[in-house]
Protein backbone atom coordinates (compact mmCIF):
# COMPACT_ATOMS: atom_id res chain seq x y z
CA UNK A 1 0.00 0.00 0.00
CA UNK A 2 1.51 3.32 -1.24
CA UNK A 3 0.70 6.74 0.00
CA UNK A 4 1.11 9.88 -2.29
CA UNK A 5 0.55 13.40 -0.40
CA UNK A 6 0.77 16.56 -2.23
CA UNK A 7 -0.26 20.35 -1.53
CA UNK A 8 2.09 21.50 1.04
CA UNK A 9 4.40 24.82 0.00
CA UNK A 10 4.75 28.49 1.64
CA UNK A 11 1.61 30.48 2.50
CA UNK A 12 1.37 33.92 4.59
CA UNK A 13 -0.33 33.98 8.02
CA UNK A 14 -3.91 33.32 7.96
CA UNK A 15 -3.69 31.94 3.98
CA UNK A 16 -5.12 28.48 3.37
CA UNK A 17 -3.87 25.47 1.83
CA UNK A 18 -5.55 21.90 0.79
CA UNK A 19 -3.71 18.76 1.17
CA UNK A 20 -4.49 15.61 -0.70
CA UNK A 21 -2.92 12.09 -0.38
CA UNK A 22 -4.03 9.25 -2.27
CA UNK A 23 -3.99 5.46 -1.31
CA UNK A 24 -3.09 3.05 -3.92
CA UNK A 25 -2.15 -0.66 -3.40
CA UNK A 26 -3.91 -3.90 -2.77
CA UNK A 27 -6.58 -3.43 -0.39
CA UNK A 28 -10.23 -4.30 0.11
CA UNK A 29 -10.91 -1.07 1.87
CA UNK A 30 -10.11 1.94 4.07
CA UNK A 31 -10.85 1.72 7.50
CA UNK A 32 -9.45 5.82 8.23
CA UNK A 33 -7.19 7.92 6.73
CA UNK A 34 -5.70 10.88 8.72
CA UNK A 35 -2.76 13.58 9.01
CA UNK A 36 -0.14 13.92 11.58
CA UNK A 37 2.64 16.53 11.74
CA UNK A 38 6.11 17.33 12.92
CA UNK A 39 7.77 20.34 13.37
CA UNK A 40 11.59 20.73 13.98
CA UNK A 41 12.43 19.86 17.72
CA UNK A 42 9.00 18.77 18.52
CA UNK A 43 7.65 15.44 18.02
CA UNK A 44 5.09 14.04 15.99
CA UNK A 45 1.54 15.12 16.80
CA UNK A 46 -2.07 14.24 15.82
CA UNK A 47 -4.43 16.74 13.48
CA UNK A 48 -7.13 15.32 12.10
CA UNK A 49 -8.82 11.98 11.30
CA UNK A 50 -11.96 10.86 9.64
CA UNK A 51 -13.53 7.20 9.32
CA UNK A 52 -14.78 5.71 6.08
CA UNK A 53 -17.85 6.65 7.27
CA UNK A 54 -17.15 10.31 7.41
CA UNK A 55 -16.86 10.87 11.39
CA UNK A 56 -14.20 13.44 11.76
CA UNK A 57 -11.72 14.07 14.56
CA UNK A 58 -9.48 16.85 15.46
CA UNK A 59 -6.39 18.40 17.34
CA UNK A 60 -7.54 21.21 19.60
CA UNK A 61 -5.19 23.34 17.83
CA UNK A 62 -6.87 23.07 14.77
CA UNK A 63 -10.77 22.79 15.13
CA UNK A 64 -12.23 25.32 13.70
CA UNK A 65 -9.68 26.08 11.03
CA UNK A 66 -8.88 22.40 9.51
CA UNK A 67 -11.54 20.36 7.51
CA UNK A 68 -10.67 17.02 6.92
CA UNK A 69 -12.54 14.89 3.87
CA UNK A 70 -12.26 11.67 2.17
CA UNK A 71 -13.33 10.36 -1.36
CA UNK A 72 -13.99 7.36 -1.01
CA UNK A 73 -14.41 6.34 -4.62
CA UNK A 74 -10.59 7.60 -4.91
CA UNK A 75 -9.14 6.98 -1.95
CA UNK A 76 -8.00 10.58 -1.46
CA UNK A 77 -8.08 11.82 2.10
CA UNK A 78 -7.99 16.00 2.09
CA UNK A 79 -6.96 18.09 4.49
CA UNK A 80 -8.23 22.10 3.97
CA UNK A 81 -6.27 24.19 5.96
CA UNK A 82 -7.39 27.81 6.75
CA UNK A 83 -6.16 30.67 8.57
CA UNK A 84 -2.70 29.33 8.88
CA UNK A 85 -0.58 30.48 11.71
CA UNK A 86 3.23 30.66 12.15
CA UNK A 87 2.58 27.57 14.38
CA UNK A 88 1.32 25.42 12.01
CA UNK A 89 4.74 25.11 9.84
CA UNK A 90 5.44 21.29 9.79
CA UNK A 91 5.40 18.16 7.74
CA UNK A 92 2.64 16.77 7.37
CA UNK A 93 2.12 13.12 7.07
CA UNK A 94 -1.13 11.61 5.78
CA UNK A 95 -1.63 7.72 7.46
CA UNK A 96 -4.05 4.95 6.48
CA UNK A 97 -5.25 2.41 8.49
CA UNK A 98 -6.70 -0.59 5.92
CA UNK A 99 -8.63 -3.73 5.64
CA UNK A 100 -6.40 -6.47 3.85
CA UNK A 101 -7.70 -9.63 5.36
CA UNK A 102 -6.20 -7.73 9.15
CA UNK A 103 -5.89 -4.24 9.73
CA UNK A 104 -2.48 -2.26 8.82
CA UNK A 105 -1.68 1.05 8.50
CA UNK A 106 0.67 2.68 6.61
CA UNK A 107 2.23 6.11 6.39
CA UNK A 108 3.40 8.89 3.48
CA UNK A 109 6.05 10.32 2.51
CA UNK A 110 5.18 14.17 4.00
CA UNK A 111 4.91 17.13 2.51
CA UNK A 112 6.28 20.59 4.22
CA UNK A 113 3.70 23.08 5.06
CA UNK A 114 5.26 26.65 5.91
CA UNK A 115 3.65 29.81 7.12
CA UNK A 116 5.52 32.98 6.66
CA UNK A 117 5.42 36.27 6.26
Known amino acids: VQLQASGGGLVQPGGSLRLSCAAS????????MGWTRQAPGNEREFVAR???????NYADSVKGRFTISMDNAKNTVYLQMNSLKAEDTAVYYC????????????WGQGTQVTVSS
Open 50 to 56: ISFGGNA
Open 25 to 32: GSFFNINH
Open 95 to 106: NANVNRGYHASY
